[in-house]
Each structure stands twice: as structure tokens, then as C-alpha cells.
């Protein structure tokens, strides 16, 4: 079944990009999606991509799927402080339920 | 904007003692899932229905939890007896049909076991 993994934290400074990584295994991934979880609350979404695309840019949001290696990222641009967060790398193909990763903690400091 | 609805948002038991969780989801969405986050993990889902059918319960403790969506619509969560183990955020989720498969989440049922 599908595995996906991503480092456990990042720390960077207001103002700077943050880059969160993910890899997958499953090849057949069709919709990937990154989540965000703020403290004691449910999973937002904040955007997915199509297996088909190589990038999309949301605002301050940039994802890249690299397809062959089996890898995306979350880049945001000039983080702020109510960015941190835990965002989570989520991925599934067809009608098979969505499997997330650990999450990335996010510290933005200030 | 439409949300999903859970409750009780915290539950403190004591262990052997049964618990439920109760969940809304969007109006019009025909999936339903519940999910359990341990702290410090991501999701795994426990149990997905479409409608009033199960559709995948394969990773749910069948011995202890149970769950049921009697009328395709809210949905109810139970664990009896509840265990040191089971301490943990239980996510409802809900999806339309759209291809994009995107699920909205409730804000969550986190469970002490003590």
C-alpha cells in the first residue's frame, strides 16, 4: 500500500521561505495533497495538485510534484508566525482512502 | 461554510469504561471517515462508509470499536472497553463525490484514557 514520508520538523525565520518535503511510493497517485493542522484542531486543507501537473502557485503557496522521483514540496513564501503549524503530506489513487504522512512541524521564529 | 460537526470535542474516561463519538458531515457529502491521530502521528483511518455501507474497515479493532451510519447521513463511533491505548484525536471526515477527493475535516474528538 501507499507510504508516504516527510522529515518531522522545520524551524525557519519570519519572513523567509519554508520548503516542506514529501515523498510517496505509490506510483499510481493521482491527487496529493497538503493539509494543515494548528494546535488541538481538525486538518485544513490548503491545497493539492494532479498527478498530471508539475507545479501549482496558490498566493504564497507553491507546490512541485516531481513524478519520477516520487517527490512534492510545500514551499511558502515569506512565512509568517501564524504559519506555524503541522502540515501533513496526504496522497491517494482512485477510490482508495487518503494516507497521510507523520506531518512537519513548522516553527517560524519571530 | 458548511463544516463537519463532531462531539464531544474532549472525553476524559477511565479505562473498561465505554465512549462515542458523534459526527456531522456535510450535508450532501455521501462519504464518511473516521480517523484516529496518536499524538505526534498522522492520520490512519479506521473506518471509511459511503453512504450506509461500509466501504473499508479493515484497520478498525473490531473486538473493542464499532461504528454505524444507520441512515447514510451522521455517524457514531464507539469503543467499548476503552483502553490506555486509545488515547487519542478521532477525526470525522467527509468527501463529495467530485474527483478531486478532497476530504473536509471536523475539528476533531480528542480521548483521555486514564
Known amino acids: 500500500g501507499e507510504d508516504v514520508e516527510q522529515s518531522l520538523f522545520l524551524s525557519v525565520r519570519e519572513g523567509d521561505s519554508s520548503v516542506i518535503n514529501c515523498t510517496y511510493t505509490d506510483s499510481s497517485s493521482t491527487y496529493l495533497y497538503w493539509y494543515k493542522q494548528e494546535p488541538g484542531a481538525g486538518l485544513q486543507l490548503l491545497t493539492y495538485?494532479?498527478?498530471?501537473?508539475d507545479m501549482k502557485q496558490d498566493q504564497r503557496l507553491t507546490v512541485l510534484l516531481n513524478k519520477k522521483d516520487k517527490h512534492l514540496s510545500l514551499r511558502i513564501a515569506d512565512t509568517q508566525t501564524g504559519d506555524s503549524a503541522i502540515y501533513f503530506c496526504a496522497a491517494n489513487s482512485g477510490n482508495t482512502p487518503l494516507v497521510f504522512g507523520k506531518g512537519t512541524r513548522l516553527s517560524v521564529i519571530a | 461554510e458548511a463544516e463537519v460537526a463532531q462531539s464531544p470535542r474532549y472525553k476524559i474516561t477511565e479505562k473498561s469504561q465505554a465512549v462515542a463519538f458523534w459526527c456531522d458531515p456535510i450535508?450532501?457529502?455521501?462519504?464518511l471517515y473516521w480517523y484516529r491521530q496518536i499524538l505526534g502521528q498522522g492520520p490512519e483511518l479506521l473506518v471509511q462508509?459511503?453512504?450506509?455501507?461500509?466501504?473499508?474497515d479493515s484497520q478498525l479493532p473490531k473486538d473493542r470499536f464499532s461504528a454505524e451510519r444507520l441512515k447514510g447521513v451522521d455517524s457514531t463511533l464507539k469503543i467499548q472497553p476503552a483502553e490506555l491505548g486509545d488515547s487519542a484525536m478521532y477525526l470525522c471526515?467527509?468527501?463529495?463525490?467530485?474527483?478531486?477527493?478532497?476530504?473536509?475535516f471536523g475539528e476533531g474528538s480528542r480521548l483521555t484514557v486514564l
Open positions: 450535508s450532501g457529502h455521501a462519504t
Open positions: 462508509f459511503q453512504d450506509e455501507s461500509v466501504v473499508d
Open positions: 471526515a467527509s468527501s463529495s463525490s467530485s474527483s478531486t477527493g478532497e476530504l473536509f
Open positions: 495538485i494532479f498527478s498530471n501537473m
